[in-house]
């Protein structure tokens, strides 16, 4: 049982290049999430996908761009990366409230630590 | 926008004793869940309890249990027999509910605690 999977786990950048975080969930959920993770900040959500086809921002949205890319994968990409972009990246996943049984728990990849030089 | 406060950077409990790490949040809505997730060092997110405000009861999980205050907007979380195991980050967490209908949505996460547990 995979439950979310997301790689790479670890990657260093330089100033400027690009990357792409990939994420799958084998749960069939609706919903999907990018959060960055620093210290003293908690979780923070970059983009999220409430079903298939749609995407929104989230709280911390510049210098990302996100795709849906079918209702397992939801990837985040880094176009033009920046030190300030160093962080702990997770995704997640979560089922619709009014489905029986559900409450919205959200389950989470293992993260992926980026550092950006 | 709702917010979640937790006060607490760091907390630390001797084994066995019991704990309780402190929550507060903000919000205008009446229908909501609330959740506590553990962060081991290996990363992992794991979730601890949940409560839907709607309750009254408070939710308990084995040695977790909360005290959920809805007026005061409190959501504290108490360990009790504490374990070396339990060492970890705490995130406390809100996510709006459904009004009755079915609807998606994220969760709002707070600061996070560092619980320390010596032998």
């Known amino acids: 049982n995979a439950g979310v999977t997301q790689t790479p786990k670890f990657q260093v950048l330089k100033t400027g290049q690009s990357m792409t975080l990939q994420c799958a969930q084998d749960?069939?959920?609706?919903?999907m999430y990018w959060y960055r993770q620093d210290p003293g900040m908690g979780l923070r959500l970059i983009y999220y996908?409430?079903?298939?086809?749609?995407?929104d921002k989230g709280e911390v949205p510049n210098g990302y761009n996100v795709s849906r890319l079918n209702k397992r994968e939801f990837s985040l990409r880094l176009e033009s990366a920046a030190p300030s972009q160093t962080s702990v990246y997770f995704c997640?996943?979560?089922?619709?409230?009014?489905?029986?049984?559900?409450?919205?728990?959200?389950?989470f990849g293992e993260g992926s630590r980026l550092t950006v030089l | 926008a709702q917010t979640v406060t937790q006060s607490q950077p760091e907390m630390s409990v001797q084994e066995a004793e019991t704990v309780t790490l402190s929550c507060t949040y903000d919000?205008?809505?009446?229908?909501?869940?609330l959740f506590w997730y553990k962060q081991p060092p290996s990363r992992q997110m794991i979730l601890v309890i949940r409560?839907?405000?709607?309750?009254?009861q408070n939710a308990t999980e084995n040695r977790f249990s909360v005290n959920f205050q809805k007026a005061a907007k409190s959501f504290s979380l108490k360990i009790s027999d504490s374990q070396l195991g339990d060492a970890a980050m705490y995130f406390c967490?809100?996510?709006?509910?459904?009004?009755?209908?079915?609807?998606?949505?994220?969760?709002?996460f707070g600061q996070g605690t560092i619980l320390t547990v010596h032998p």
């Open positions: 997640a996943s979560s089922e619709a409230l009014g489905l029986a049984g559900e409450t919205g728990e959200l389950f």
């Open positions: 749960m069939n959920h609706n919903s």
């Open positions: 996908s409430a079903s298939e086809g749609t995407t």
């Open positions: 919000t205008s809505e009446s229908d909501y869940y």
């Open positions: 409560q839907e405000a709607y309750k009254q």
């Open positions: 967490a809100y996510r709006r509910g459904n009004a009755g209908g079915t609807s998606y949505g994220k969760l709002t």
